[in-house]
């Protein structure tokens, strides 16, 4: 399996883990998904970067810059943290976003 094909299995999977009722293990999946879409596409523009850690790619300037604005918007979502309850913001749907994510690394990669 790719890292695409792992982006995409992550990505279901956090669905998955949502229609279940947690929240909690969507969001991780979420990450993770996003952190397989972030590397493959490094890879497909053949980009050096290290890191395979997730937060370190998102939080990666060089990284940073060779998305869109509304990606690095997406970044800065996956990088938040659940609050004291371990509630995440309810305004912003990060499985939504990645998937968004996946998607917008993938054409900007095929165009």
Same mark, same amino acid.
């Given at each position: 399996?790719?890292?695409?094909?792992?982006? *995409?299995?992550? %990505?279901?999977?956090?669905?998955?883990?949502?229609?279940?009722?947690?929240?909690? !293990?969507? +969001?991780?999946?979420?990450? +993770?998904?996003?952190?397989?879409? %972030? /590397?493959?596409?490094?890879?497909?523009? /053949?980009?050096? *970067?290290?890191? =395979?850690?997730?937060? /370190?790619?998102?939080?990666?300037?060089?990284? +940073?810059?060779?998305?869109?604005? =509304?990606?690095?918007? %997406?970044? $800065?979502?996956?990088? !938040?943290?659940? $609050?004291?309850?371990?509630?995440?913001?309810?305004?912003?749907?990060?499985?939504?976003? @990645?998937?968004?994510? %996946? =998607?917008?690394?993938?054409? /900007? @990669?095929?165009?």
């Amino acid at each position: 399996m790719n890292k695409w094909e792992q982006a *995409i299995f992550e %990505i279901e999977k956090a669905f998955s883990a949502r229609s279940n009722g947690n929240e909690g !293990m969507a +969001r991780v999946c979420a990450r +993770r998904a996003a952190n397989f879409a %972030i /590397q493959a596409f490094l890879a497909d523009q /053949q980009v050096d *970067i290290q890191s =395979q850690n997730v937060i /370190q790619l998102l939080n990666d300037e060089r990284v +940073r810059r060779l998305v869109s604005p =509304q990606m690095v918007l %997406i970044f $800065d979502h996956l990088l !938040m943290k659940v $609050d004291a309850n371990y509630q995440f913001d309810p305004s912003i749907d990060l499985l939504a976003e @990645t998937r968004a994510l %996946i =998607q917008g690394l993938q054409g /900007q @990669t095929a165009s």
